[in-house]
């Protein structure tokens, strides 16, 4: 453990892609970096064996109420600086092939995840405290021109909706909160098929981080600083 004067970082979905890389990011920057996931998986395990910096919570599902509430006891009155929430999923949809268990599921990860997750941790921030949530640009309405991925795209609008009110409800204890969309990111959830490492998404969104403050919360960027439509 570091001592009490070191940043804390906690971000979800740890366990590959953007999440990892933004864990990598933060440990090489000094800060104490919790990572949660449903289950560690060799690379994040390797970097929390390299040294100190990385502390790994397993069983935290944010789609479950049991995962949340285990994560909330075991942090207790922890303090953290920067409460990431980056898990999410994606099941494609066209209107031909749709599926309302799967769009379902994506509400209860990608919406009411995050969301449960800033309830249940909330008290962990203080004044000063910031709070991304990792979303898509295909949250966007007025983005939106070529159709399909339903499941995906109203729960990352719904997403959007719920975190512009709690930058809002969260302004007057100093808590700054941003809406990001990381880019097209080369990771599993897209088979590989994106235009950015995660590494270079993770880069961008750190910064974004930093930039964050209370007159600009609410605001739903592009990691590349490009305000995004609603």
């Known amino acids: 453990m570091t001592n009490n004067n070191t940043p804390v970082v906690l971000v979800t979905g740890a366990n590959r892609g953007i ?12 800060y104490q970096v919790i990572a949660t996931c449903r289950s560690r998986s060799e690379a994040l395990e390797a970097l929390e ?14 789609s479950k109420v049991t995962g949340i509430q285990a994560l909330q006891e075991q942090l207790n009155e922890r303090h953290i600086d920067i409460l990431i929430n980056n898990a999410g999923i994606l099941r494609s949809q066209t209107l031909n092939s749709l599926d309302f268990e799967e769009i379902i599921e994506q509400f209860q990860v990608n919406t009411l995840g995050p969301l449960r997750i800033v309830d249940a941790l909330r ?27 339903y499941g995906y795209r109203m729960s990352k609008s719904a997403l959007n909706a719920a975190s512009k009110s709690l930058a809002l409800d969260l302004q007057p204890r100093g808590i700054a909160l941003a809406i990001l969309h990381p880019g097209y990111v080369q990771t599993e959830m897209v088979n590989f098929g994106g235009e950015i490492a995660a590494d270079v998404a993770a880069e961008r969104l750190v910064q974004r981080i ?6 600009n919360s609410g605001t739903f960027w592009h990691s590349n600083g490009d305000v995004l439509p609603w």
Do not use: F, P
């Open 210 to 215: 930093a930039e964050l403050n209370l007159e």
């Open 123 to 149: 008290n962990n921030l203080c004044s000063g405290g910031k709070i991304a949530m990792i979303t898509s640009r295909m949250g966007s309405i007025e983005d939106n021109t070529s159709g399909g991925q």
């Open 49 to 62: 064996n390299d040294g100190s910096g990385i502390e790994v919570i397993e069983g935290v599902d944010v």
């Open 19 to 30: 999440g990892l890389a933004l864990c990598k990011q933060y440990k090489d920057m000094g």
